[in-house]
Structure formats: structure tokens, C-alpha cells
């Protein structure tokens, strides 16, 4: 009895993931000041639903812990397996108390991405680098330290993110690649993840590139044409509308300045939307165009309050009105998978609008009746954008309709990557004020609990990626966020979809001079396109009989599994049948 007990353990002993032990740098904290020690992280993946777990002695702080989950989620992204289906365990060990912080999260990847293929790493290579949700490798502390902590664990390459070759160190610029060299250390600067993997594993390793689809480039330029149309027709003749109205009006002392400042800003944007419909960017021209018309319509009815012709009270509820009707035309819709980002972008949009309105009815209350206005002329402009938007689904009319379920589950995930990337940044950055991803995340959940799963969804993108503006500011390439969003987008067009949000946030960010702005529409093209590629899954999956809220990401890839494991496994499951079946056989006799 006891050798077959011997045995069936052994055998499920033997059906364990293999872990991955890989080398990490951390700074420490001693009485001489900070020093740089190697740290010791052990990864297992296992068949599962999607969890991260963390198990480290001395105790790191939280950053550690959401780095793993976004360290996770990269690893997935690139080795196109669905999160859902494992889990992850990771054991971080030191031998003195380590100075919290992200910059295992690059390492941590490496080492799920090795566990998740199967592949052996170089035990030369150390690494150092936040992992952001992108694959790219951000900036982090302690450099100078980490390189000794290298050549303490015997590694004669150290990885560190680009553009941290010189570091500040006691107000003197000293060169980490020199400063290796004398160690007898090669420091290298990498960008993203792919650069990284390439030295730890001796793989070329890139990021798989998709080619354009001109047909759905095409269809989304003729989309977009005709909203450009119909918006800049708009826009221009109300310009000339609200400019006679000035031409012809007397203002009180002190609006005169502001209201010929407005009207030439919006003059302005029409210019450069005309410019820009003429170069073929229909949705920059149709953007700048609706920025023009909310300050015309300010205009025009601040002039017309001013004069005695308009009540406000009365034009408030006018736009309360029609915003009324709007949402229950939008909400009346049926969800289908060729309308999904439409009316994701609808309700969004006059979701903002009572936003904007209950802004305006706020002050109105406190006697503040010039900003009352404004926020009302922002909440009928917003009203009309959601209508805007809905006009679209002429063009993607039918289609099958989308079990709420999904749209449920799908609504989860966001929630819960929303959650935990907000969190994590958080913990990297608790100078800066994120009340504005979190009101997003506040809002999701709301809209959650209010079963308006797609509100769920486009609140969460937000929250994402102004939860990542940080990211973007203090090292995130340009290049590469451009790149990544646009082969996302590539990816979405092999489906011969239109990922109308994500192309229309990737055309608008190539329009922007701004760096930072430019990168922060590159993130939302990415994330919108990401959503279409989660959507193609969502229609395959089959739902489990719960649905809790897992720290993972949908991911359009789904590869098999590596024959080798499958085999093992196979013979493995069998041989634990044979004996336990053999087990029950001579307890029932």
C-alpha cells in the first residue's frame, strides 16, 4: 500500500510545472549606506484560471506585487497564450531586507515568458527595468548598485532601460558602461521586453509585425469621410452664423476681449481641420472641428444671454431634454459584435454629456451662470458627438447579437486590469494625483453594477491610460508606442474589421506635435484595439459557471501547447488513473 502511495506521489510531483530560477538585481538599505545584493526569483506556471501569486521573504512593498500581474499579462501578450488558462507563482528570496520598488518587473517577464515556452536562460545575464503594459522596459533607480549586485552573482552582462547609461550619482555624471566595464560587467541599454529576451535566451526575438489590410483602410477613410463632411459643413456655417453675430453686437466691458479671443481660437481649429480633411485625416479634421463648434456655440448663445434673447434655465432644459432622448435612442440598440465599438463610443459620449450637464445645473445653482452656460453648450456638443457616432452604425448594421454574459465577463477583466495597473502606479508615483483615473474607476464600477457592462469597459480604457501617463512622461520611446499601436491595429485588420476608435486615436496622435499627448493617443489606440482583438475572442469563449474577477487579460492568440508537455502530461495523467484506479479497486474489495 505505502509504495503505491510512494508512487502516486511522485507522480504528481512529476507533473508540476519545472520552475524557472532566474537572477535579479535590488538595492539594499545597510548602515554604510545602499548596496547593491542579488536577489533570487523562482517561477512556476501551472494550469489554471488565471492567478498571480506572490510569496516573498523579506516582505516587498505593493509595487513588487502589481508589477507580477502587468509582468504577466506582457508574458501572455507575447507568447500568445490566454492568460485565463494558468497560474502563475512567484517566490522572490533575499538574504537582507531589499528597498521596495518595480524593477524586477522586466526580469519577471523574462522569466514567465521562459516558463510559458519552455526555454533555458542564460545565467549570465541580469537585468533591471519596470515592465510597462506594452512590453516596454521603464526607468528605474539604484543602477550604479544593481551593476555591483551583477558581478556579485558571477553575470557578466547587465541589462539596464535605455537612455540610463549616465546616471546622476552625488551631483556626478558617471557612465554605467564604463562603470561595468571596470567590473569586468557589460552593461547594455534596452528599450522593450523582445531586446531583452534576445540575451537571455539567444532567441531573435521580435515582436510579430502584420501588414496593413487596404480594403478596411480603405472602408474606414470612406467612414470617416462622411462624418468629416458633415461636421466641417456644420462648423463652418456656423462660424460665419456667430461671426456676423459679433460683428453686430455690443458687449459689456470685459467680454468684448474674450469673445473675439474664442472666435478667433475657433477659427483657428477650422483652419487646420480644413488642412487636415484636405490631407486625407478625416477624423483629426472632424476632432478639430467639433473643438471649433463648442466655442462657437458658447459664443452664440453667451451672446444671445447677454442680449436678453435666451434664458438659461430654459436652455438648460432644453439640452436636458434632448439628452434624454438621445440616451434612449443609444441604450435602445441592440449590442452585436459588428456595433460593439460604436455603441461603446455612443454611450461614452453621452455618458460625458450628463456629466457636463449636471456641471451645469451645479452652477447654475451657485449663481455662476457664465460657467453654467459653457458647461451646458459642452453638454450639448458632447449629446450631439454620441449621435454623431451612432450615425455610424449604418454603416455596420446587423451582425449577431452579443450574449450580455460575455459582455459581462469581458467587463471583468477590464475592471480588474484597470484596478491593478492604477495601483501599481500608484505605488511608484504617490506624489502625483490620479483622481482622475480613479473617478474613471469609480465610474466603472458603477456602471458595472448598473449592468451597463460597455460603459464598464470604455471607463476602465480610460482609467488605463491615464493611469499610464506617468509611464509615458518619464521613458516610454516615442517609436515604439507608435509601432505597438499600429501593428495592434494590423492585427485587428486580418479579421477584415474596422477598428474605426483605434485608427481614429492613431491618425489623431500623428497629427499632434505634443509628445506626451502624442503617446497618450497611441495608448488609447492601442487599448481600443486591443478590445476589438478581445471581442474576436469573446465570440469563441465559453463562459464559466462563476465569474470572478481574476488579475488577467484577453488576448486574441491561443497557441496548443508544446507536443512534449502534452505528451508527458498525457502519460503522466494516465499512469496516476492506473494507480489510483488500482488503489480503489482494493479498498472496495
Known amino acids: 500500500m505505502k509504495k503505491y502511495i510512494v508512487l502516486l506521489a511522485l507522480l504528481v510531483l512529476l507533473s508540476q510545472s519545472f520552475a524557472v530560477l532566474i537572477k535579479a538585481p535590488a538595492v539594499a538599505e545597510t548602515s554604510t549606506g545602499y548596496v547593491g545584493v542579488p536577489i533570487t526569483i523562482d517561477i512556476k506556471v501551472s494550469k489554471g484560471s488565471g492567478n498571480v501569486y506572490m510569496d516573498t521573504l523579506p516582505l516587498t512593498q505593493l509595487d513588487m506585487q502589481g508589477s507580477a500581474r502587468i509582468a504577466y499579462k506582457v ?25 521596495g520598488g518595480p524593477s524586477a518587473g522586466g526580469t519577471m517577464t523574462v522569466g514567465i515568458v521562459s516558463e510559458l515556452m519552455n526555454w533555458s536562460l542564460n545565467r549570465n545575464v541580469m537585468m533591471t527595468g519596470m515592465i510597462n503594459p506594452d512590453g516596454s522596459i521603464g526607468p528605474v533607480g539604484g543602477i550604479l548598485e544593481k551593476i555591483e549586485a551583477a558581478k556579485k552573482a558571477n553575470c557578466t552582462i547587465f541589462l539596464i532601460p535605455k537612455g540610463q547609461r549616465y546616471v546622476n550619482y552625488n551631483g556626478k555624471i558617471i557612465d554605467a558602461v564604463a562603470y561595468g566595464k571596470r567590473l569586468g560587467v557589460k552593461v547594455i541599454e534596452v528599450s522593450n521586453i523582445y531586446q531583452a529576451l534576445r540575451y537571455f535566451t539567444g532567441k531573435d526575438i521580435e515582436m510579430k509585425k502584420y501588414p496593413q489590410n487596404p480594403k478596411v ?61 484636405l490631407k486625407g485625416d478625416y477624423y483629426s479634421a472632424t476632432s478639430r472641428a467639433f473643438n471649433a463648434l463648442i466655442q462657437l456655440e458658447y459664443l452664440d448663445k453667451l451672446t444671445k444671454y447677454l442680449n436678453g434673447e435666451l434664458e438659461l434655465k430654459d436652455y438648460l432644459n432644453r439640452v436636458e431634454t434632448q439628452l434624454f432622448k438621445d440616451k434612449e435612442k443609444i441604450y435602445s440598440k441592440n449590442l452585436t459584435y459588428n456595433n460593439f465599438e460604436i455603441l461603446l463610443a455612443a454611450r461614452e459620449r453621452i455618458f460625458e454629456a450628463n456629466n457636463y450637464l449636471d456641471l451645469a445645473w451645479k452652477n447654475y445653482y451657485n449663481g455662476d451662470f457664465n460657467s453654467a452656460l459653457y458647461y451646458g453648450c459642452l453638454a450639448k456638443l458632447r449629446g450631439d458627438s454620441a449621435m454623431w457616432w451612432l450615425s455610424l452604425m449604418n454603416n455596420n448594421s446587423g451582425g449577431k447579437i452579443i450574449d450580455k454574459n460575455k459582455v459581462k465577463y469581458l467587463a471583468q477583466q477590464y475592471l480588474s486590469f484597470s484596478e491593478t495597473l492604477t495601483t501599481y502606479v500608484e505605488t511608484l508615483f504617490p506624489s502625483i494625483d490620479f483622481s482622475g483615473a480613479e473617478e474613471d474607476i469609480k465610474d466603472a464600477k ?72 502624442k503617446a497618450l493617443y497611441y495608448k ?66
Open 217 to 277: 483602410e480603405e472602408e474606414y477613410k470612406k467612414i470617416m469621410k462622411n462624418l468629416a463632411d458633415k461636421i466641417l459643413k456644420e462648423s463652418n456655417e456656423k462660424y460665419e452664423e456667430v461671426k456676423s453675430e459679433v460683428e453686430s453686437t455690443l458687449y459689456p466691458i470685459g467680454y468684448q476681449s474674450i469673445v473675439l479671443e474664442k472666435l478667433k481660437n475657433a477659427k483657428a481649429l477650422l483652419n487646420k481641420a480644413n488642412d487636415e480633411y
Open 524 to 589: 488609447y489606440s492601442s487599448y481600443y484595439a486591443q478590445m476589438d482583438l478581445d471581442l474576436i475572442k469573446l465570440e469563441k469563449i465559453k463562459l464559466p459557471k462563476t465569474y470572478e474577477i481574476h488579475g488577467n487579460f484577453l488576448e486574441v492568440r491561443e497557441y496548443n501547447n508544446n507536443l512534449v508537455n502534452s505528451v508527458v502530461t498525457s502519460i503522466i495523467s494516465a499512469l496516476i488513473g492506473f494507480v489510483g484506479g488500482y488503489m480503489f479497486r482494493k479498498v472496495k474489495a
Open 75 to 99: 508574458a501572455c501578450e507575447i507568447t500568445g497564450k490566454n492568460p485565463n488558462n494558468y497560474n502563475v507563482y512567484i517566490s522572490v528570496r533575499s538574504d537582507v531586507p531589499i528597498v
Open 446 to 517: 458603477d456602471a458595472y453594477e448598473n449592468g451597463d457592462y460597455l460603459l464598464t469597459i470604455a471607463k476602465c480604457i480610460d482609467a488605463s491610460v491615464k493611469a499610464e501617463l506617468p509611464l509615458v512622461m518619464i521613458g516610454n520611446e516615442i517609436t515604439y508606442i507608435k509601432e505597438y499601436a499600429r501593428n495592434k491595429i494590423n492585427l485587428v485588420e486580418q479579421y477584415n474589421i474596422v477598428p474605426i476608435s483605434a485608427l481614429s486615436y492613431y491618425e489623431y496622435a500623428n497629427n499632434l506635435n505634443d509628445m506626451i499627448s
